[in-house]
């Protein structure tokens, strides 16, 4: 073991027995950033597993490929499907709509398997088969996610699990979701064919009442949800803020009651280089211990809430959201970073103030308090800042995006400013008192001399 490794390794020993010392303390760093990974991942994890059912959601029945025609009041006529048929269109019907089965309300979608174009057969692997014959007759086969089959009760059609189909959805023949839905004679949409013939009749001159909807233009449930996942990441934000500042408390406490273990190791020849580093190291392990559990719990919290939260985005939007939740490298990548930047803003001002002081200055209490008093004049400039910022987000600022800004601008500013603030109630209050006299505070006059 060379010289510089050996120095390190005592440094690191000699820091670490505070925390022997001090347990209570280093439970309250560890589930400071525990917790606070553990919100913000969490909430990451839901806002994954939703965007990833959009997008499988987007590519059913090819809805982000193909381009389709609709009607501006909402149903088209089969009987426009049928003359666009005979003009040589290449169309392929699609109804879809919201129907109870077995007591439980799903989103029910007829196609019709002979015509639909190529992207809408691989969306359904089970239609590419050699008999059809199922799927036609009575009463109907019907495919579903494996998550939907085991929980839905259909005694009108013959459910089959396929996990291509999206949660919460049911594909039937065109004709079995007309009946179900009621909606004989009407569709919701027609499939247009990639490669249509040259030649055919204008769409103006077979089917005017009807509009054509290029790719991607009808895909927009994940815009449509875009609010709903702002709110649930400014609250993981708002979580993993609050719990930084517990972390930063007893990060600057630990240095407080460190400063003679500074002294000392500096009078004995550790280089400040040395010393700093150790500290960022012992923050980054402590920071990787508290980002793992924080891991870990938030993958607990957000499998625990998903069923609440897919339900709450079938209600409102009839997303497709499963109500088992995956893992996903990138949420937990994102989390663990997260923990470790914030361990470093948490305890960086403390070692920047270390870094920046004579070798026997940590445990001179005047020079730990003028570099403090730096540190605290900083803090100060940047809660103006921000507090500058927050109103000028008030006055100009626009959308729900200035607004959580505003908001998160106030909230830090006012954090920031506290410390500064209190420095100054307690400077005002260590003045000398007046003197004697109530309101003169000068000196009081000689006693008379004696008389001879």
Same mark, same amino acid.
């Given at each position: 073991m060379s010289p510089a490794t050996s120095m390190a390794a005592v440094?690191?020993?000699?820091?670490?027995?505070?925390?022997?010392?001090?347990?209570?303390?280093?439970?309250?760093?560890?589930?400071?950033?525990?917790?606070?990974?553990?919100?913000?991942?969490?909430v990451q994890a839901l806002n994954a597993e939703a965007r990833s059912a959009y997008a499988r959601a987007a590519g059913f029945l090819g809805a982000a490929e193909l381009s389709r025609l609709?009607?501006?009041?909402?149903?088209?006529?089969?009987?426009?499907?049928?003359?666009?048929?005979?003009?040589?269109?290449?169309?392929?019907?699609?109804?879809?709509?919201?129907?109870?089965?077995?007591?439980?309300?799903?989103?029910?979608?007829?196609?019709?398997?002979?015509?639909?174009?190529?992207?809408?057969?691989?969306?359904?692997?089970?239609?590419?088969g050699p008999d059809l014959a199922g799927f036609f007759g009575p009463p109907g086969q019907g495919f579903a996610?494996?998550?939907?089959?085991?929980?839905?009760?259909?005694?009108?059609?013959?459910?089959?699990?396929?996990?291509?189909v999206p949660v919460g959805t049911v594909l039937v023949d065109i004709g079995v979701a007309q009946r179900l839905l009621g909606a004989e004679g009407r569709l919701s949409h027609l499939l247009l064919h990639p490669d249509q013939p040259r030649g055919v009749p204008p769409l103006e001159t077979v089917?005017?009442?009807?509009?054509?909807?290029p790719p991607d233009a009808s895909a927009d449930l994940a815009a449509l949800t875009d609010s709903f996942h702002l709110n649930l990441t400014a609250f993981g934000l708002l979580a993993f803020a609050v719990g930084l500042f517990i972390v930063h408390a007893?990060?600057?406490?630990?240095?407080?009651?460190?400063?003679?273990?500074?002294?000392?190791?500096?009078?004995?020849?550790?280089?400040?280089?040395?010393?700093?580093?150790?500290?960022a190291a012992e923050l980054m392990v402590l920071a990787l211990v508290a980002g793992a559990a924080g891991l870990v719990l938030g993958y607990g919290v957000a499998a625990l809430l998903l069923p609440d939260v897919a339900a709450s985005l079938r209600g409102l939007y009839g997303a497709p959201v499963p109500g088992e939740l995956g893992f996903d490298p990138v949420w937990a990548g994102a989390g663990l970073a997260m923990a470790l930047g914030g361990a470093l803003v948490a305890g960086g001002r403390s070692l920047w103030a270390l870094w920046h002081l004579p070798p026997l200055a940590p445990a001179q209490p005047r020079a730990w308090a003028v570099a403090s008093a730096r540190? &605290?004049?900083? %803090?100060?400039?940047? #809660? @103006?800042?921000?507090?500058?910022? !927050?109103?000028? *987000? $008030? &006055?100009?600022? %626009?959308?729900?995006? #200035? @607004?959580?800004?505003?908001?998160? !601008?106030?909230? *830090? $500013?006012?954090?920031?400013?506290?410390?500064?603030?209190?420095?100054?109630?307690?400077a005002l209050g260590a003045r000398p008192p007046p003197g004697p006299r109530g309101g003169g505070g000068g000196a009081a006059p000689p006693p008379p001399p004696p008389r001879r």
């Open positions: 440094t690191l020993g000699a820091l670490l027995s505070h925390w022997r010392r001090n347990l209570l303390q280093l439970a309250m760093l560890l589930m400071g950033l525990a917790l606070a990974t553990a919100l913000w991942s969490g609709e009607h501006p009041q909402g149903w088209v006529a089969q009987a426009d499907y049928v003359a666009l048929r005979r003009a040589g269109w290449l169309v392929s019907p699609v109804l879809e709509g919201r129907a109870d089965l077995g007591g439980r309300r799903v989103t029910l979608t007829g196609i019709e398997p002979l015509t639909a174009p190529p992207a809408s057969v691989a969306a359904a692997p089970a239609l590419d996610h494996p998550e939907t089959a085991r929980t839905l009760e259909a005694p009108q059609i013959t459910l089959t699990a396929d996990e291509a089917a005017p009442g009807l509009r054509l909807i007893a990060i600057g406490l630990a240095f407080e009651q460190r400063r003679a273990v500074f002294r000392t190791l500096r009078a004995l020849g550790v280089p400040l280089r040395t010393l700093t580093g150790v500290l540190s &605290l004049r900083r %803090q100060a400039v940047a #809660a @103006g800042g921000l507090g500058v910022t !927050a109103g000028a *987000l $008030a &006055l100009w600022g %626009q959308g729900l995006l #200035a @607004g959580f800004a505003l908001l998160a !601008a106030l909230l *830090l $500013a006012a954090a920031l400013a506290v410390p500064p603030v209190l420095a100054g109630v307690l």
